[in-house]
């Protein structure tokens, strides 16, 4: 016996550049980063290792920020920070 053929939607489809921005998906997220900003010495190692690029810079005060509409909760930078300015805790939703 044949199977039948199923149909699926094609997802994770960037149909022009920047359209990705379109798409929060912090709301996956378990755990949430918190950055002590009286504890970072402005290493920028957060920032550079986040993989989706929640991570900001503030151009006038040089702190860094998070943008929750995008961090996944991969806490890479939580592993990275070499003060342990950054911590987590537990996504209330």
């Known amino acids: 016996m044949k199977k039948k053929k199923q149909n699926f939607e094609q997802g994770a489809v960037v149909t022009k550049p920047g359209s990705s921005k379109n798409y929060h998906t912090g709301d996956w997220r378990v ?10 010495i402005k ?5 550079q290792v ?9 151009k ?3 702190r860094v920020e998070i943008d929750y509409d995008y961090c996944k909760g991969c806490l890479i930078c939580v592993k990275q920070c070499p003060v342990k300015c ?8």
């Open 31 to 40: 755990f949430r980063p918190i950055i002590d900003q009286s504890k970072c």
């Open 60 to 62: 006038k005060t040089e």
């Open 43 to 47: 290493c920028y190692q957060c920032w």
């Open 86 to 93: 950054i911590a987590k805790e537990v996504e209330k939703k």
């Open 50 to 58: 986040c993989p989706d690029a929640a991570i900001r810079i503030d």
